[in-house]
Nanobody, 125 residues
Framework: VQLQASGGGLVQAGGSLRLSCAAS????????MGWFRQAPRKEREFVAA????????YYADSVKGRFTISRDNAKNTVYLQMNSLKPEDTAVYYC???????????????????WGQGTQVTVSS
């Protein structure tokens, strides 16, 4: 599967952005989808994930209540709605996919086989 992330940009603190990740192929619904981010000089960290049917979602504590992950399997797209953005949310955001992920490892970036190219999110104070 190939992934294409979009929707990043520059926003003031307290603002909102919606990231999209479009996937190629006809088996999108069989993939667990995740969003990760990486700030300068920091390791890539988990942001959110959603299971194949979209019935369960997972969030990092730092974004819980502010970010919402969703997916539209008919459009082969996963979204990340980001509200109440903070300067510490500034990072390159990556979408990722995996077909055989063990659910207990859903927050581990090394468990995902496919990655998009990343989209920059910058939040000014």
């Amino acid at each position: 599967v190939q992934l294409q992330a979009s929707g990043g940009g520059l926003v003031q603190a307290g603002g909102s952005l919606r990231l999209s990740c479009a996937a190629s192929g006809r088996t999108f619904s069989s993939y667990v989808m995740g969003w990760f981010r990486q700030a300068p000089r920091k390791e890539r960290e988990f942001v959110a994930a959603i299971i194949r049917s979209g019935g369960s979602t997972y969030y990092a504590d730092s974004v819980k209540g502010r970010f919402t992950i969703s997916r539209d399997n008919a459009k082969n797209t996963v979204y990340l709605q980001m509200n109440s953005l903070k300067p510490e949310d500034t990072a390159v955001y990556y979408c990722a996919a995996d077909r055989s992920l063990i659910m207990s490892m859903i927050r581990w970036p090394t468990q995902y086989d496919y990655w998009g190219q990343g989209t920059q999110v910058t939040v000014s104070s």
